[in-house]
């Protein structure tokens, strides 16, 4: 099975100056590249009308020809703008099948192997937050960012793989809480487990301090000049594993990571 993550920046250009390219055509290039199986998705926007209304992991599941998708918002609202924690009826995972009727941001998978069920886990957010860089037109600029709910979307696989797809946490040793977190909670589920996405932990910490081992090895961060690991593939089995390599798109802020994984 062929998997990527990608943290898409809710569809924004990798240089700011720049207009945004095409979330459909992006995704679609880089499909076709691999022959992906499996995406994992975040900062995924749903009916926000900084991206044209739409949701944007309808697009992805479209523009790769996945016929099963799920979607976990974290916030409603735009992160940054201003956003609420969703209530416990707003605490879903909304599939091919489900109304989006909601204007919320948060991630997915989109996933050509069949479903056979979805799971979904709210983590912690911090209590404070840090100064980030915001894209303007005029470049990027430092803006304090409280910390948001962050959560998990987790689809057991028919071939026999449990696949989580996170994004944690911007503030240091906070997300390495979340992720032992969700380490924990994998336990309980069956099958060959992964962990995938934008876990914001740089220098190789999840496998040099937990039992998961990273199947990529990349620099994904920022985009335009990567000096940082970001984003993985970590398994928890042992599983072969090849690194998929592809061109890199003018989409985003972070590179995309791919693997292809088997028994």
């Known amino acids: 099975m062929k998997v990527i993550s990608w943290n898409i920046f809710n569809g924004q250009a990798a240089n700011p100056t720049e207009p945004a390219p095409d979330l459909a055509e992006s995704v679609a290039s880089l499909i076709s590249q691999t022959g992906c199986d499996l995406i994992a998705v975040q900062e995924v926007d749903e009916n926000q009308s900084r991206s044209g209304n739409v949701h944007q992991l309808e697009i992805v599941a479209k523009a790769m020809g996945a016929e099963h998708w799920g979607y976990a918002r974290a916030v409603i609202g735009t992160p940054g703008f201003g956003w609420r924690r969703p209530t416990e009826s707003e605490k879903t995972i909304q599939t091919e099948t489900d109304s989006l009727d909601l204007t919320g941001y948060g991630i997915g998978i989109a996933s050509r192997v069949p479903v056979k069920a979805w799971h979904r886990i709210d983590l912690p957010a911090s209590w404070f937050g840090i100064a980030l860089a915001y894209p303007t037109d005029k470049g990027f600029r430092l803006k304090y960012a409280k910390d948001e709910p962050r959560v998990a979307v987790i ?52 496998e040099r301090f937990t039992s998961w081992r990273s199947l990529v090895a990349k620099r ?44």
């Open 220 to 263: 994904t961060f920022p985009v335009y000049k990567p000096s940082l690991q970001f984003d993985y593939i970590l398994a928890k089995e042992d599983v072969r594993a090849r690194e998929l390599a592809f061109e890199s798109s003018r989409l985003s802020d972070h590179l995309p990571i791919g693997a292809e994984v088997d028994f």
């Open 155 to 206: 689809a057991e696989l028919e071939n026999g793989f449990t696949v989580a797809a996170t994004h944690l946490s911007f503030v240091p040793f906070w997300n390495y809480f979340q992720l032992l977190i969700l380490s924990k909670k994998m336990k309980s589920l069956p099958g060959k487990h992964l962990i995938i996405g934008d876990i914001n932990l740089p220098w190789n910490i999840p």
